[in-house]
């Protein structure tokens, strides 16, 4: 996973055309988190600690230019530069930390953020399914020795004798599950908590906001709230109808609890091979003025509004963040 990254960061790094680009429009750079929540199992890399979290947006804000996502839009509509070291923080996926720790931490700071929620969990007591994979192969000290699932028309197995077992079967689901089909998808999560004797009932520390953290959240002065689906699929593999209903539903779910029009979306996932054209011709039809994805450039004044590109921030230490933040806006 990480050589992956690390390649990937370095072909964004040096490219003659982008360093050009850079030269004639100072671009801006849009910060991705999901969780702010100290864990020693974080098997996606999900989580920053409420230390280093704090100590990133300090800098930022010292350092940095940090818009409203309202300023960055204006700037961005008006094709308009964007402000030297402008920076714009957005949160994916709607856990309950969000509430209880990065958004108290970006008030005691006045620092805004963007925090895109996905409404299928919300006031259930339930995990997203790859936090259900972890628990189930991360966390329970003794599974069955094989695990079977019948899917696609075909049989699966997957023996489970040792830690090397459990991460391949970890890998070989998590890939399977990400480009199911919901219900389907839905329905072999359930199977495989199961045969793990593993309640569906997730982690408290793992849930999703309720609606009364939502509603906290939506009057923050500090915060925008807006769509990130209702599935949490990547939208690519749904119909046309499909992709609809899955954004409608988790922009009128949001509308209703916050009482605003949710007016910004991002892209489950996020990578291009995640979402396609007829993702962003619905974000217009449905009335979005902006959505993020989730691969790393600049963003300038000519960028499409409509696939906002974005910085995923790991569990770095101040000194390692600082590097990196610099490395971007100057690459």
Same mark, same amino acid.
């Given at each position: 996973?990480?050589?992956?990254?690390?390649?990937?960061?370095?072909?964004?790094?040096?490219? =003659?055309?982008?360093?050009?680009?850079?030269?004639?429009?100072? =671009?801006?750079?849009?910060?991705?988190?999901?969780?702010?929540?100290?864990?020693?199992?974080?098997?996606?890399?999900?989580?920053?600690?409420?230390?280093?979290?704090?100590?990133?947006?300090?800098?930022?804000? !010292?350092?940095?230019?940090?818009?409203?996502?309202?300023?960055?839009?204006?700037?961005?509509?008006?094709? !308009?530069?964007? =402000?030297? @070291?402008?920076?714009?923080?957005?949160?994916?996926?709607?856990?309950?930390?969000?509430?209880?720790?990065?958004?108290?931490?970006?008030? /005691?700071?006045?620092?805004?953020?963007?925090?895109?929620?996905?409404?299928?969990?919300?006031?259930?007591?339930?995990?997203?399914?790859?936090?259900?994979?972890?628990?189930?192969?991360?966390?329970?000290?003794?599974?069955?020795?094989?695990?079977?699932?019948?899917?696609?028309?075909?049989?699966?197995?997957?023996?489970?004798?040792?830690?090397?077992?459990?991460? @391949?079967?970890?890998?070989?689901?998590?890939?399977?599950?990400?480009?199911?089909?919901?219900?389907?998808?839905?329905?072999?999560?359930?199977?495989?908590?199961?045969?793990?004797?593993?309640?569906?009932?997730?982690?408290?520390?793992? @849930?999703? %906001?309720?609606?009364?953290?939502?509603?906290? %959240?939506?009057?923050?002065?500090?915060?925008?709230?807006?769509?990130?689906?209702?599935?949490?699929?990547?939208? !690519?593999?749904?119909?046309?109808?499909?992709?609809?209903?899955?954004?409608?539903? /988790?922009?009128?779910?949001?509308?209703?609890?916050?009482?605003?029009?949710?007016?910004?979306? /991002?892209?489950?996932?996020?990578?291009?091979?995640?979402?396609?054209?007829?993702?962003?011709?619905?974000?217009?039809?449905?009335?979005?003025?902006?959505?993020?994805?989730?691969?790393?450039?600049?963003?300038?004044?000519?960028?499409?509004?409509?696939?906002?590109? @974005?910085?995923?921030?790991?569990?770095?230490?101040?000194?390692?963040? !600082?590097?990196?933040?610099?490395?971007?806006?100057?690459?």
């Amino acid at each position: 996973m990480y050589s992956t990254w690390k390649h990937y960061i370095y072909e964004s790094y040096h490219t =003659p055309r982008r360093f050009i680009y850079n030269l004639f429009d100072e =671009p801006a750079i849009v910060l991705l988190y999901h969780r702010v929540y100290e864990s020693e199992l974080d098997s996606q890399k999900l989580c920053i600690s409420p230390d280093n979290f704090y100590q990133q947006i300090e800098y930022l804000k !010292k350092n940095h230019n940090l818009l409203a996502t309202e300023e960055f839009y204006s700037v961005l509509h008006q094709k !308009k530069r964007f =402000p030297s @070291r402008t920076v714009l923080l957005t949160f994916d996926d709607g856990y309950a930390d969000n509430v209880h720790q990065a958004l108290s931490i970006l008030e /005691s700071l006045s620092a805004h953020a963007m925090f895109f929620i996905t409404t299928s969990l919300i006031d259930t007591d339930q995990e997203f399914w790859w936090d259900s994979l972890e628990r189930v192969f991360f966390e329970s000290p003794i599974l069955p020795a094989k695990l079977v699932l019948s899917a696609y028309n075909t049989s699966l197995d997957y023996l489970i004798k040792s830690s090397k077992d459990r991460m @391949r079967a970890y890998s070989s689901l998590h890939h399977l599950l990400k480009y199911s089909q919901p219900s389907t998808r839905n329905e072999i999560v359930k199977h495989i908590l199961q045969w793990a004797s593993i309640p569906l009932q997730g982690r408290s520390t793992h @849930r999703v %906001m309720n609606s009364a953290e939502v509603q906290k %959240m939506a009057k923050s002065q500090v915060a925008s709230i807006g769509a990130h689906t209702y599935s949490h699929a990547p939208l !690519k593999i749904l119909t046309t109808d499909q992709q609809r209903e899955d954004i409608l539903q /988790s922009k009128i779910t949001l509308e209703r609890l916050t009482g605003n029009s949710i007016n910004y979306f /991002s892209y489950p996932f996020g990578l291009k091979k995640d979402y396609d054209t007829r993702s962003i011709a619905l974000c217009k039809e449905l009335g979005f003025k902006m959505a993020c994805s989730n691969y790393y450039d600049h963003v300038h004044s000519w960028t499409d509004p409509y696939q906002i590109p @974005r910085m995923i921030v790991r569990n770095w230490p101040l000194d390692i963040f !600082k590097e990196k933040i610099n490395q971007f806006l100057c690459a």
